[in-house]
């Protein structure tokens, strides 16, 4: 069992890089739609984490 650990390690790195060469890069546009889709996205969870907290602060100060 541990002489085939060596066999599976180089398997893995080999398929990283065939994945690597197949992948391509992105253009400018894709990145900042990403960018701004994942920005919206922390900001909702920020938002509804403060509302969260300020009901809960609310609530718990009566």
Known sequence: M???IPNLV???II???QTLK???KTDKDD????LRLV???IGAIGGIGFVFK????IVLNR
Do not use: C, N, W
Not at 31 to 34: A, D, G, K, S, W
């Open 54 to 57: 300020l009901i809960g602060d």
């Open 39 to 41: 920005l919206l996205a």
């Open 15 to 17: 398929e990283i890089f």
């Open 10 to 12: 180089q398997r893995r």
């Open 22 to 24: 197949l992948a391509k």
């Open 2 to 4: 541990l002489s085939s």
């Open 31 to 34: 990145y900042f739609t990403h």
